[in-house]
């Protein structure tokens, strides 16, 4: 089992930048990917980054150039930088992990607000 739980939502000003935490525990050695989905009112859940293990991240198009999304070496903790943020990225970011026998666990989510 492995649990997730993310930080660092908030409010900030378009152009601004925030950086979201995603602490997994539980069994971390069984996760092959983690990923930052997230989802506006009234619209589904998109992936916004994935990262896993031995592969290069991959990102939506609306967020190359600007989000960016890490990891420390344990995997314990996965992160998404955000800068030049647009109030198209106001939304709810969840982290995601996926382990290596495809089970799927995700976090309670953070609200992320870009005012104009």
């Known amino acids: 089992q492995v649990q997730l739980v993310e930080s660092g939502g908030g409010l900030v000003q378009a152009g601004g930048s925030l950086r979201l935490s995603c602490a997994a525990s539980?069994?971390?050695?069984?996760?092959?990917?983690m990923a930052w989905y997230r989802q506006a009112a009234g619209q589904p859940r998109e992936l916004v980054a994935r990262?896993?293990?031995?592969?290069?991240?991959n990102y939506a198009d609306s967020v190359k150039g600007r989000f960016t999304i890490s990891r420390d070496n344990a995997w314990n903790t996965v992160y998404l930088q955000m800068n030049n943020l647009e109030p198209e990225d106001k939304a709810v970011y969840y982290c995601?992990?996926?382990?290596?026998?495809?089970?799927?666990?995700w976090g309670q989510g953070t609200q992320i607000t870009v005012s104009k």
């Open positions: 539980g069994s971390i050695g069984n996760i092959y990917s």
């Open positions: 990262i896993s293990r031995g592969g290069s991240p």
């Open positions: 995601n992990a996926v382990t290596w026998s495809a089970n799927v666990t």
